[in-house]
């Protein structure tokens, strides 16, 4: 089932989220509604606050970078389930790159990031897993891992771009700026979003 995407402006993408443990309600079919939610979105990641749920849970499928890329070997196609996240540490020199959301559609902004995460998580069946990370890879992890902390990617950039972009936050915030998959607008509660 694909599910409305979270609007720029609602507070449960201020949410730090919650961990959650094998028994939550619905969990599989939660996974595989976000994962269909994406995809249809055209999203490389997505956030549980993004459906409307303040619990740490992330899912990312990399392939489309492949895509991007098709003289190298296709290491990125990997399609993962991230509970309870936890990144130990970033370390390296800080890269930029283009960023976009599916909750701040059309608005991309260059963000500065380390290079090389280390994290644990745990996969849909709960083991504990922990492993590095770098590059794209490590960049779609930590942009999803914000959303499960309550933060943006566009609370990264600088104040002078962020004054720019203000505008286009709030008619995304009133459902002013429409993409092509579902979307619940904050300042829409009543009518249909
Ligand atoms: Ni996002």
Redo the contacts with the bound molecule.
């Keep these: 089932m694909i599910l409305p995407v979270i609007a720029f402006g609602h507070p449960v993408l201020r949410k730090v989220g919650v961990s959650i443990a094998a028994d939550y309600p619905k969990l599989t079919s939660l996974i595989t509604d976000m994962f269909e939610t994406m995809y249809h979105a055209h999203g490389v990641?997505l956030?549980a606050p993004?459906v409307g749920l303040a619990i740490r849970l992330f899912i990312i499928d990399a392939s489309p970078f492949d895509e991007d890329e098709e003289d190298k070997p296709k290491q990125l196609s990997f399609k993962k389930v991230f509970i309870n996240a936890e990144i130990l540490e970033e370390s390296g020199e800080e890269w930029s790159f283009s960023e976009g959301?599916?909750?701040?559609p059309e608005v991309r902004e260059e963000v500065a990031r380390k290079p090389v995460i280390k994290i644990r998580y745990q996969d849909e069946k709960f083991n504990t897993i922990e492993e590095t990370y770098d590059g794209i890879i490590a960049r779609i992890i930590q942009?999803?891992y914000d959303?499960i902390e309550g933060k943006?990617?566009v609370d990264k950039i600088s104040p002078i771009k962020k004054r720019l972009i203000l505008k286009k936050l709030d008619a995304i915030t009133k459902g002013l700026i429409r993409p092509e998959y579902k979307m619940k607008y904050p300042a829409l509660k009543k009518k249909k979003g």
């Design positions: 990641g956030a993004q959301c599916l909750s701040i942009h999803e959303h943006l990617f």
